[in-house]
């Protein structure tokens, strides 16, 4: 490496720059993703700080306001309850980046792991994966997902269940969460394909790279390969691809508590706001324009965080 | 084939028309396509509604008063001693066929006993075949054990049909004004069989005929020129549209493309309530339905007396009514609703568990917890639906609120419900009933009795059971009247089997031009109805 | 390429056996029948309506008659519509449900083509800077939202189109737009970024070079290239719009064979369930094989064996 010699007064760094120091450097630049990012930021505080941000309780609600709309001690209106509508969309919140975080992370997880075996050991195992990811690829994502949920929903979500154990369990977690812990698993079980493709395609161009057929050579037994080589490798790209898929998990979720298969009452989600209030929008507005705001802007800024992402990972990037 | 005859009835009517002024149209929304417009096999609202504007059955009900009229059958006799009832019928209603010749065949008693033993035969898996195992052979038959031939029901000849009871039964011409007791085109089952009903292929002999079936899109139904009392029907055309979203109805009701809406959503109830023009429109009629929550009290903490005592003493129903319904509704302490032979009036009488708190907080404290400490979590469920989830986060609210104790609500989609609530029915679940035929034995007997599969709550009581069969036999009305009461305060004072919430009302907007009747048992009489020049 | 598109229609075979058998098991998983109903059935009735839907033998043989006799084009009786057959309603929705997804595709392409085209020539300008605004917001409002608010907004407070249901050509513009965004905003994008892409090839380079003028570098250069990677989302797009239709038709009271989904699910009603999605399986399918063969097509540099 050959060094320039540095001109008095000109600012040089030592240090070579990695691909996330670059993508970090080029995500803050982009005016936009910022914005996003600063949104979202908002936003996740307000949700794990609820308890202190919010100004009432999901339940606390005075039956005689129900669908008040805006005034001093209720900024934005009260839903049919008499609740709070502003709370609940903080509330809301949980519900949202919860569905879309965890859910993430449990696609990201069968994902990536499916994608590791199946790129590792290559040949049939490979081939007869592969095969099942395409299969599954034609089943068309919301009718699956519907499936799912009302099996879930049936199976799973009475208390008491007879003879507990294993279902008991289950539905005693679901209950604890609010109905959250079957959406998690039933978007994670329907949104891995991706996931898995490109991990296995990553996976697969690694082992080619010479120093894994050094570390063979050598005799580095094959979990250390797979874990010290390959693992790092690939684990950067699918994060930020998983958190492309985020907003889509969102939306999911919304979909899902509008056709009441979604969360228990009286947990807010976004999307169960938006049908509740759907049927009473004629008359009181309110209680349909804050879950549609509160939906879209996180999208919004969670779109443009994303594109701010994959514009700054992407080496091939080219901006006038 | 199909679209030429209504084109021409629709020229014909044109004509008439022509003669005597506008044709009139009621512009109606049904909100499913009907599942079924087979008097056999229908079991819905909706499917109800259209079958009652082409269907004649023996007797009818007034509409005001739910006294029983004269139909199909001008008179009726109760024999004691053969326990037979015998209606004599008209001779001039027509069977209506697809092409609409006035002289078609006529209705006859036959035709009453191949409908009742049609509807009766195992093959047609009739849901509401068990209605009519008062009738001798008639549970035999239905279950595969029996034939037809031993049904009591006989057409002693063309115009006389005889009914023999297993036991008497003084509320039977009730059960006669069901569509159940409805004559059946035979003919035109045996020719279509399961698409006889099919726009194309249906024979009807009611005020009206179908006159187009556009599925899951519209149907329409066109003014009979055949019934036999076709002149005081006004109304010429019946336009049924099928949206099921409420608020698109409203929608469309404001819009003007609707002319009756009969289930204005209770979000828009204070908008049309306080809007000039809407709140003129809006009227509200009793409905013979009750909504309850039926306890499990198999399952502890239920199983303690005190605790069914507390849960219900703690439900503020008229709040409910005023900030949730907005309908108008009643408040429930007992089960039967007003308008139904055995009603008592238990708000009044103090029979049931009026809103207490205080009392509500003192039975929990003396069932031994106090203030709530200490009482597990109870799950309260409903089948999925917006109306029931308002209702369950009310009234679960009200029971953290007052009691201190904890409420978990969980919604089960209907199927699914259904099913839980008949094999291990949770503790707390909502449940309805809508009266088939106006008569505590449909409400007491059909429900509650030990051995009803509409029992979700297991409720089994022989005093009760005692009560019930022997009103059902009964035939002094005013001995009936008090062994329901009896009845009443049993289950629903004694022994707390559940927690009746509300009678219905119907809420309905009707156009100023309209002119029209309400009917409590549900499903509208058309025929009855006029529309002004507008 | 023969040999391609038949390899690709072989591959449907284990395709449909795979969705059949999941929806099959998750159906027949969850609790409740066809006849469960407030007001209980005598058992022995209830015994005899299952003998009359076959309901009653084992599951392999329900399988087994079911499949045999989709492959004949036989969908069955509907359990919950007694007068109909499955292939009765599907000839009733599905056109319906396939009108509403074709005219919303055509919005999205047809809008949002010629949207990322104008954004990529003009780029960074206002019309590029407010036009992919709009498209961001295209993909962040969810038909949820957009569909109540495109109601309010056109049908109740201004009056220019119907309310809901269907039937004449004004019915269709309020579903379609609301279906549409979501697809509209993402070929605005990726034709704007390919078009980006492929300004900067040499050969653009070149034809500018030689005078071409500059609509038709952009429109016969520029935009056959572009063409490509945005085909590849046409696949998943008009996926995507079929199954987004399910919400919508609810919204908007629309007689589809979404709608009847869901609540077939609720009615247990399991040949149209069954029915339903093996077709919906199948149109996706074959709308990718197209697309693939649109991709041959468009770039002659790809080759299928």
Same mark, same amino acid.
């Given at each position: 490496?050959?060094?320039?010699?540095?001109?008095?007064?000109?600012?040089?760094?030592?240090?070579?720059?990695?691909?996330?120091?670059?993508?970090?450097?080029?995500?803050?630049?982009?005016?936009?993703?910022?914005?996003?990012?600063?949104?979202?930021?908002?936003?996740?505080?307000?949700?794990?700080?609820?308890?202190?941000?919010?100004?009432?309780?999901?339940?606390?609600?005075?039956?005689?306001?129900?669908?008040?709309?805006?005034?001093?001690?209720?900024?934005?209106?009260?839903?049919?309850?008499?609740?709070?509508?502003?709370?609940?969309?903080?509330?809301?919140?949980?519900?949202?980046?919860?569905?879309?975080?965890?859910?993430?992370?449990?696609?990201?997880?069968?994902?990536?792991?499916?994608?590791?075996?199946?790129?590792?050991?290559?040949?049939?195992?490979?081939?007869?994966?592969?095969?099942?990811?395409?299969?599954?690829?034609?089943?068309?994502?919301?009718?699956?997902?519907?499936?799912?949920?009302?099996?879930?929903?049936?199976?799973?979500?009475?208390?008491?269940?007879?003879?507990?154990?294993?279902?008991?369990?289950?539905?005693?977690?679901?209950?604890?969460?609010?109905?959250?812990?079957?959406?998690?698993?039933?978007?994670?079980?329907?949104?891995?394909?991706?996931?898995?493709?490109?991990?296995?395609?990553?996976?697969?161009?690694?082992?080619?790279?010479?120093?894994?057929?050094?570390?063979?050579?050598?005799?580095?037994?094959?979990?250390?390969?797979?874990?010290?080589?390959?693992?790092?490798?690939?684990?950067?790209?699918?994060?930020?691809?998983?958190?492309?898929?985020?907003?889509?998990?969102?939306?999911?979720?919304?979909?899902?508590?509008f056709?009441?298969?979604?969360?228990?009452?009286?947990?807010?989600?976004?999307?169960?706001?938006l049908s509740?209030g759907y049927i009473a929008m004629r008359s009181h507005f309110h209680l349909v324009l804050w879950p549609a705001l509160?939906i879209s802007?996180?999208?919004?800024?969670?779109?443009?965080?994303?594109?701010?992402?994959?514009?700054?990972?992407?080496?091939?990037?080219?901006?006038? | 084939?199909?679209?030429?005859?209504?084109?021409?009835?629709?020229?014909?009517?044109?004509?008439?028309?022509?003669?005597?002024?506008?044709?009139?149209?009621?512009y109606?929304n049904?909100?499913?396509?009907?599942?079924?417009?087979?008097?056999?096999?229908?079991?819905?609202?909706?499917?109800?509604?259209?079958?009652?504007?082409?269907?004649?059955?023996?007797?009818?009900?007034?509409?005001?008063?739910?006294?029983?009229?004269?139909?199909?059958?001008?008179?009726?006799?109760?024999?004691?001693?053969?326990?037979?009832?015998?209606?004599?019928?008209?001779?001039?209603?027509?069977?209506?066929?697809?092409?609409?010749?006035?002289?078609?065949?006529?209705?006859?008693?036959?035709?009453?006993?191949?409908?009742?033993?049609? !509807?009766?035969?195992?093959?047609?898996?009739?849901?509401? #075949?068990?209605?009519? $195992?008062?009738? +001798?052979?008639? %549970? =035999?038959? @239905?279950?595969?054990?029996?034939?037809?031939?031993?049904?009591?029901?006989?057409?002693?000849?063309?115009?006389?049909?005889?009914?023999?009871?297993?036991?008497?039964?003084?509320?039977?011409?009730?059960?006669?004004? !069901?569509?159940?007791?409805?004559?059946?085109?035979?003919? #035109?089952?045996?020719? $279509?069989?399961? +698409?006889?009903? %099919? =726009?194309? @292929?249906?024979?009807?002999?009611?005020?009206?005929?179908?006159?187009?079936?556009?599925?899951?899109d519209?149907?329409?139904?066109?003014?009979?020129?055949?019934?036999?009392?076709?002149?005081?029907?006004?109304?010429?055309?019946?336009?049924?549209t099928?949206v099921n979203e409420a608020s698109t109805m409203m929608a469309m009701y404001e819009a003007g493309v609707l002319?009756?809406n009969?289930?204005?959503p209770?979000e828009d109830?204070?908008r049309?309530?306080?809007d000039?023009?809407l709140?003129?429109?809006?009227?509200?009629?009793?409905?013979?339905?009750?909504?309850?929550?039926?306890?499990?009290?198999?399952?502890?903490?239920?199983?303690?007396?005190?605790?069914?005592?507390?849960?219900?003493?703690?439900?503020?129903?008229?709040?409910?009514?005023?900030?949730?319904?907005?309908?108008?509704?009643?408040?429930?302490?007992?089960?039967?609703?007003?308008?139904?032979?055995?009603?008592?009036?238990?708000?009044?009488?103090?029979?049931?568990?009026?809103?207490?708190?205080?009392?509500?907080?003192?039975?929990?404290?003396?069932?031994?917890?106090?203030?709530?400490?200490?009482?597990?979590?109870?799950?309260?469920?409903?089948?999925?639906?917006?109306?029931?989830?308002?209702?369950?986060?009310?009234?679960?609210?009200?029971?953290?609120?007052?009691?201190?104790?904890?409420?978990?609500?969980?919604?089960?989609?209907?199927?699914?419900?259904?099913?839980?609530?008949?094999?291990?029915?949770?503790?707390?679940?909502?449940?309805?009933?809508?009266?088939?035929?106006?008569?505590?034995?449909?409400?007491?007997?059909?429900?509650?009795?030990?051995?009803?599969?509409?029992?979700?709550?297991?409720?089994?009581?022989?005093?009760?059971?005692?009560?019930?069969?022997?009103?059902?036999?009964?035939?002094?009305?005013?001995?009936?009247?008090?062994?329901?009461?009896?009845?009443?305060?049993?289950?629903?004072?004694?022994?707390?089997?559940?927690?009746?919430?509300?009678?219905?009302?119907?809420?309905?907007?009707?156009?100023?031009?309209?002119?029209?009747?309400?009917?409590?048992?549900?499903?509208?009489?058309?025929?009855?109805?006029?529309?002004?020049?507008? | 390429?023969?040999?391609?598109?038949?390899?690709?229609?072989?591959?449907?075979?284990?395709?449909?056996?795979?969705?059949?058998?999941?929806?099959?098991?998750?159906?027949?998983?969850?609790?409740?029948?066809?006849?469960?109903?407030?007001?209980?059935?005598?058992?022995?009735?209830?015994?005899?309506?299952?003998?009359?839907?076959?309901?009653?033998?084992?599951?392999?043989?329900?399988?087994?008659?079911?499949?045999?006799?989709?492959?004949?084009?036989?969908?069955?009786?509907?359990?919950?519509?007694?007068?109909?057959?499955?292939?009765?309603?599907?000839?009733?929705?599905?056109?319906v449900t396939?009108t509403l997804g074709a005219v919303a595709f055509v919005f999205a392409a047809c809008l949002g083509?010629?949207l990322?085209?104008?954004?990529?020539?003009?780029?960074?300008?206002?019309?590029?800077?407010s036009s992919?605004v709009v498209a961001m917001l295209g993909v962040s409002i969810p038909s949820i939202a957009l569909g109540p608010f495109l109601i309010w907004i056109f049908a109740l407070k201004l009056k220019w189109l119907p309310v809901a249901t269907w039937g004449t050509p004004a019915h269709i513009v309020l579903p379609a737009l609301t279906l549409s965004t979501f697809y509209l905003s993402?070929?605005a994008?990726?034709?704007?970024?390919?078009?980006?892409?492929?300004?900067?090839?040499?050969?653009?380079?070149?034809?500018?070079?030689?005078?071409?003028?500059?609509?038709?570098?952009?429109?016969?250069?520029?935009?056959?290239?572009?063409?490509?990677?945005?085909?590849?989302?046409?696949?998943?797009?008009?996926?995507?719009i079929?199954?987004g239709s399910l919400v919508v038709e609810q919204i908007f009271g629309i007689p589809g064979?979404g709608k009847?989904?869901?609540?077939?699910?609720?009615?247990?009603?399991?040949?149209?369930?069954?029915?339903?999605?093996?077709?919906?399986?199948?149109?996706?399918?074959?709308?990718?094989?197209?697309?693939?063969?649109?991709?041959?097509?468009?770039?002659?540099?790809?080759?299928?064996?």
């Amino acid at each position: 490496m050959v060094r320039r010699k540095v001109q008095s007064g000109e600012q040089t760094s030592d240090k070579p720059r990695s691909l996330g120091r670059d993508a970090m450097h080029r995500l803050l630049k982009n005016r936009a993703a910022v914005a996003g990012g600063a949104i979202l930021l908002v936003i996740f505080l307000a949700a794990v700080f609820a308890d202190f941000v919010a100004p009432y309780s999901i339940t606390e609600g005075d039956i005689r306001n129900n669908y008040a709309g805006p005034s001093a001690a209720h900024p934005f209106g009260c839903d049919f309850m008499g609740r709070d509508m502003l709370s609940r969309l903080i509330y809301g919140a949980r519900i949202s980046l919860a569905a879309g975080l965890i859910g993430a992370l449990t696609a990201f997880t069968i994902g990536v792991t499916f994608g590791l075996v199946a790129g590792f050991f290559g040949g049939k195992t490979d081939n007869v994966m592969m095969r099942f990811v395409d299969i599954m690829y034609s089943f068309p994502t919301l009718l699956l997902i519907i499936l799912l949920m009302v099996f879930f929903k049936s199976s799973f979500s009475v208390s008491g269940v007879a003879g507990g154990g294993f279902r008991g369990a289950l539905s005693d977690i679901d209950r604890a969460m609010g109905g959250m812990f079957f959406i998690f698993l039933g978007i994670g079980l329907t949104s891995w394909l991706g996931m898995a493709r490109l991990v296995r395609g990553m996976v697969l161009s690694v082992r080619g790279k010479d120093y894994v057929e050094a570390a063979r050579a050598v005799g580095t037994p094959r979990s250390q390969i797979l874990l010290r080589h390959v693992l790092p490798n690939v684990l950067g790209p699918a994060i930020v691809a998983q958190a492309l898929q985020i907003p889509g998990f969102i939306l999911y979720e919304a979909f899902l508590s509008f056709i009441g298969l979604g969360v228990n009452p009286p947990t807010p989600s976004w999307g169960m706001m938006l049908s509740q209030g759907y049927i009473a929008m004629r008359s009181h507005f309110h209680l349909v324009l804050w879950p549609a705001l509160a939906i879209s802007i996180t999208l919004f800024a969670f779109n443009f965080l994303g594109d701010g992402v994959r514009d700054a990972f992407d080496p091939r990037q080219t901006r006038r | 084939m199909k679209k030429m005859w209504v084109l021409a009835l629709a020229v014909a009517l044109l004509a008439g028309v022509c003669a005597t002024g506008q044709a009139k149209t009621l512009y109606w929304n049904i909100q499913s396509d009907p599942p079924s417009l087979d008097p056999s096999m229908a079991t819905d609202t909706t499917s109800h509604q259209i079958l009652k504007a082409m269907f004649i059955s023996l007797c009818q009900f007034d509409d005001a008063t739910m006294a029983v009229l004269p139909d199909l059958a001008t008179s009726w006799e109760f024999d004691a001693a053969t326990v037979t009832w015998t209606f004599h019928l008209r001779n001039d209603v027509r069977w209506t066929q697809r092409n609409w010749t006035p002289s078609g065949m006529p209705v006859t008693a036959g035709d009453v006993e191949y409908g009742i033993k049609r !509807l009766l035969a195992p093959e047609t898996a009739s849901e509401y #075949a068990y209605v009519l $195992y008062l009738i +001798k052979g008639a %549970e =035999a038959y @239905n279950t595969g054990v029996g034939s037809a031939d031993d049904v009591g029901v006989k057409a002693l000849d063309d115009y006389t049909v005889a009914i023999t009871l297993n036991f008497p039964a003084g509320y039977f011409p009730g059960m006669a004004a !069901l569509w159940l007791c409805a004559p059946l085109p035979r003919q #035109a089952i045996e020719a $279509y069989g399961d +698409k006889w009903t %099919e =726009a194309e @292929n249906i024979v009807t002999n009611g005020p009206y005929v179908l006159g187009e079936w556009v599925h899951e899109d519209h149907l329409v139904l066109v003014k009979s020129p055949s019934y036999y009392d076709a002149n005081n029907v006004k109304i010429d055309e019946v336009y049924c549209t099928m949206v099921n979203e409420a608020s698109t109805m409203m929608a469309m009701y404001e819009a003007g493309v609707l002319d009756v809406n009969d289930t204005p959503p209770l979000e828009d109830m204070d908008r049309i309530k306080s809007d000039p023009v809407l709140s003129l429109e809006l009227a509200q009629a009793p409905r013979l339905c009750t909504y309850r929550y039926g306890l499990n009290a198999a399952k502890p903490p239920l199983d303690n007396i005190l605790v069914r005592k507390a849960l219900a003493s703690s439900v503020d129903r008229q709040s409910l009514i005023d900030y949730v319904l907005k309908g108008n509704q009643r408040p429930a302490q007992t089960w039967s609703p007003p308008g139904i032979f055995g009603y008592v009036d238990g708000v009044s009488l103090g029979i049931g568990y009026p809103y207490d708190p205080e009392a509500a907080r003192q039975y929990l404290a003396d069932a031994g917890y106090p203030g709530g400490v200490g009482f597990p979590e109870v799950t309260l469920m409903i089948n999925t639906s917006q109306a029931h989830q308002k209702i369950a986060e009310f009234i679960g609210q009200g029971w953290e609120d007052t009691l201190g104790i904890q409420i978990n609500i969980t919604n089960q989609e209907w199927g699914v419900y259904l099913n839980t609530c008949a094999t291990d029915a949770p503790q707390v679940f909502r449940m309805g009933w809508c009266a088939d035929y106006p008569d505590g034995n449909n409400w007491m007997n059909d429900v509650f009795h030990s051995g009803s599969g509409n029992n979700y709550e297991k409720y089994n009581s022989p005093a009760f059971d005692a009560l019930v069969e022997q009103a059902a036999v009964e035939l002094d009305p005013a001995v009936r009247l008090d062994l329901y009461k009896q009845a009443e305060i049993l289950i629903c004072d004694t022994d707390v089997a559940f927690i009746p919430i509300y009678f219905y009302t119907f809420n309905q907007l009707t156009k100023p031009y309209v002119v029209r009747t309400f009917s409590a048992i549900g499903g509208e009489s058309w025929k009855n109805w006029d529309i002004l020049d507008h | 390429m023969f040999q391609f598109i038949l390899r690709r229609m072989l591959w449907t075979i284990p395709v449909i056996f795979v969705v059949s058998s999941l929806t099959f098991i998750l159906m027949h998983s969850v609790p409740g029948s066809p006849f469960t109903r407030e007001r209980a059935l005598p058992a022995a009735i209830q015994k005899n309506l299952e003998a009359k839907y076959h309901l009653d033998d084992p599951l392999w043989k329900q399988y087994g008659d079911y499949m045999w006799g989709f492959i004949r084009l036989d969908f069955g009786p509907s359990i919950a519509y007694r007068a109909r057959t499955v292939n009765d309603i599907l000839a009733q929705q599905w056109p319906v449900t396939m009108t509403l997804g074709a005219v919303a595709f055509v919005f999205a392409a047809c809008l949002g083509i010629p949207l990322g085209i104008l954004s990529a020539v003009k780029q960074n300008t206002l019309i590029d800077h407010s036009s992919m605004v709009v498209a961001m917001l295209g993909v962040s409002i969810p038909s949820i939202a957009l569909g109540p608010f495109l109601i309010w907004i056109f049908a109740l407070k201004l009056k220019w189109l119907p309310v809901a249901t269907w039937g004449t050509p004004a019915h269709i513009v309020l579903p379609a737009l609301t279906l549409s965004t979501f697809y509209l905003s993402r070929f605005a994008r990726i034709t704007r970024a390919a078009m980006l892409q492929v300004t900067h090839e040499e050969y653009i380079v070149t034809a500018r070079a030689k005078g071409v003028r500059e609509s038709v570098v952009n429109l016969k250069h520029a935009f056959r290239n572009a063409i490509i990677p945005v085909s590849t989302i046409a696949g998943p797009a008009f996926a995507d719009i079929l199954t987004g239709s399910l919400v919508v038709e609810q919204i908007f009271g629309i007689p589809g064979i979404g709608k009847y989904y869901v609540t077939s699910i609720g009615n247990r009603d399991y040949p149209v369930i069954m029915a339903t999605t093996l077709i919906f399986a199948l149109l996706i399918i074959f709308m990718n094989l197209l697309v693939d063969i649109s991709y041959a097509l468009l770039d002659p540099r790809i080759r299928y064996t």
